[in-house]
């Protein structure tokens, strides 16, 4: 095992590297902005994985406490003493020196429970950082959302100026009527409304990443680059497996369990004595100077009462963690389940508008500008060509971020990330 012994600080400093990457340079504040970076200066500079590592590096620090003895006592006694100076006045001073030596087994015991203690802390604080994770990434898909409505709304814009410039142009020529005209000048005041709302909206997505950053609330982003291809991993059995072995609440339940395992045996133990030792070295006014000993034990059975019923305190907090684990296997399995039946409808909803629906959508406002252009076609159906065409580019790019999204979260409910290469 000893050409093994540095392999834990080997993995820690590669899983290290991108973090120190992240603290090392800074966010792009123009231009694209990748997930991947995101990510990891999250989980470099966010407080609240901080905290949760904080708190197991501590939680570490327990075992050692508990499995060590207590501390030795060193005692003075002075008998027959007329006065306390001079000392040497006293007709006989003891020093003692004791030692409590538990049953062997018991610190043992206490020493294992604080690991499992340790154990569970490390599976919270990687439950913590899945929970985060999903949040940055979801708060980076906002953000890619709101990037994606505006260039919709700049196009629309463009599309419905140039709408009121033709319905204008007819008027004047006589062959518009002057509602079409006031109809396109509201059309282009409600995207250019919409326009604005929608700036706004993108400065709060980029304020609520910051602020998961640990970024001041004004930092400037830059853009989120588009999402890949809409592939959906599985099978189900297949994410089912990885989160029962990946998933943080599973391994804090096994945990649980290990330490209540270790508890009723404590209990069990605690009908068993401990020990006191004591050395102790006489110094007498008169005669001569000695050494004694005195060796003491607890009697536990007087009291057995307590001991039972602590047992069976042990024994009714092991069942409750044992019914407990398997509650948290039942509501994994079900997550990962719900999970991935919503990115499959995600992804359902985002292919059929890309492959469908966007397409047609173009093609009918194509068609209808045409139409209006030859006089075949009233200016209200062609106003409610652009709405059309809005409304889908709108909903195509609210699918793909519902996509990753989902995506998102389905990582979490495995209890790890699923690389996008990887295929059924």
């Known amino acids: 095992m000893r050409q093994h012994r540095y392999v834990p600080f080997i993995v820690v400093a590669i899983v290290a590297l991108p973090c120190a990457r992240a603290r090392a340079g800074e966010l792009p504040a123009s231009g694209p902005l990748p997930l991947a970076d995101v990510v990891a ?8 994985l901080e905290a949760a590592r904080q ?11 508990a499995a060590a003895w207590d501390d030795p006592t060193l005692a003075a006694e002075s008998w027959n003493s007329p006065r306390a100076v001079p000392y040497d006045d006293a007709e006989n001073n003891i020093l003692k020196l004791s030692q409590r030596f538990p049953f062997p087994g018991k610190l ?9 203690d340790a154990d569970m802390t490390a599976a919270e604080a990687r439950m913590t950082e899945l929970t985060v994770l999903e949040a940055v990434k979801q708060a980076y898909w906002d953000l890619w959302l709101a990037d994606r409505h505006l260039a919709v709304y700049e196009r629309d814009l463009a599309l419905a100026r140039e709408v009121a410039a033709g319905a204008t142009a007819r008027y004047a020529a006589g062959s518009g009527a002057q509602p079409d005209v006031l109809r396109a000048d509201v059309e282009r005041t409600h995207i250019a409304t919409r326009l604005v709302t929608t700036r706004l909206a993108r400065e709060a997505a980029a304020a609520h990443l910051n602020e998961l950053l640990s970024r001041g609330p004004e930092d400037p982003l830059g ?3 588009d999402p890949g291809p809409a592939h959906v991993p599985g099978p189900l059995d297949r994410l089912v497996a990885l989160a029962r072995q990946n998933h943080p609440d599973l391994a804090a339940r096994v945990a649980a369990v290990e330490r209540e395992k270790d508890d009723v045996a404590l209990a069990r133990r605690g009908y068993l004595p401990d020990f006191d030792l004591t050395f102790e070295r006489f110094y007498n006014r008169v005669g001569r100077d000695g050494y004694g000993a005195m060796v003491a034990m607890t009697l536990p059975l007087p009291f057995a009462y307590r001991r039972a019923a602590a047992l069976d305190e ?51 406002f194509a068609a209808s500008r045409g139409a209006y252009a030859a006089g075949t076609l009233d200016f209200t159906a062609l ?7 809005e409304s889908t580019h709108l909903e195509h790019h609210e699918a793909a971020a519902a996509f990753e999204k989902a995506y998102a979260s389905l990582e979490t409910a495995v209890g790890g990330e699923l690389p996008r290469e990887e295929r059924p």
Request: hydrophobic share 45%; no cysteine.
């Open 55 to 65: 708190r197991q590096v501590a939680a570490r620090a327990v075992p050692a406490q």
């Open 108 to 116: 043992g015991l206490k020493g294992r429970m604080a690991a499992r």
């Open 223 to 225: 853009i989120p680059i």
């Open 41 to 48: 200066w999250a989980r470099a500079r966010n407080p609240e």
């Open 314 to 364: 042990a024994h009714a907090r092991l069942a409750s963690e044992e019914a407990m684990r398997r509650r948290s296997e039942d509501h994994t399995v079900a997550a990962v389940k719900r999970a991935l039946a919503a990115l499959q409808a995600a992804a359902a909803e985002r292919e059929l508008l890309a492959g469908t629906h966007l397409p047609q959508a173009e093609q009918s």
């Open 383 to 389: 106003v409610d060509g652009l709405r059309t065409i």
